[in-house]
């Protein structure tokens, strides 16, 4: 089955952050939390509405997937959730659609010696 990742361009900024999340390892929403404020230096914060949100609208477009968690306790209780394939390659779009559009920023700036 062929994909338009394009479709789900430009990602919201939250979308986004939760995204490149999850990209390194599952997560629990608290733990998506912390590594956005982490990723942007803590210029960006996004709270439970905002998060769990997001994350209902990323599942029903399959670029997220709830996990099973293994553990025990007050662990067990968590959802856990991870990048799906989808959502995998709708990132990758995004950050060349990015990466593009940062080109041009510095080509139209006068920027020398980019790095990209």
């Not at 599952?26 to 939390?33: K, L, P, S």
């Not at 080509?107 to 010696?113: E, K, N, P, T």
């Given at each position: 089955m062929k994909h338009d990742f394009e479709r789900f361009s430009p990602l919201s900024p939250a979308a986004l952050h939760i995204l490149?999340?999850?990209a390194a390892e599952?997560?629990?929403?608290?733990?998506?939390?912390q590594d956005i404020a982490r990723q942007s230096s803590g210029r960006y914060k996004l709270g439970p509405g905002t998060l769990y949100d997001n994350l209902q609208k990323l599942m029903k477009e399959r670029l997220v997937e709830e996990t099973e968690n293994s553990s025990t306790g007050a662990e067990s209780r968590?959802?856990?959730?991870r990048l799906s394939k989808l959502g995998r390659r709708v990132l990758s779009t995004e950050i060349a659609r990015l990466e593009q559009a940062i080109r041009e920023a510095k080509?139209?700036?006068?920027?020398?010696?980019s790095s990209t």
């Open positions: 490149l999340s999850l599952e997560r629990h929403g608290y733990g998506i939390m968590r959802r856990y959730y080509l139209h700036l006068g920027f020398q010696g």
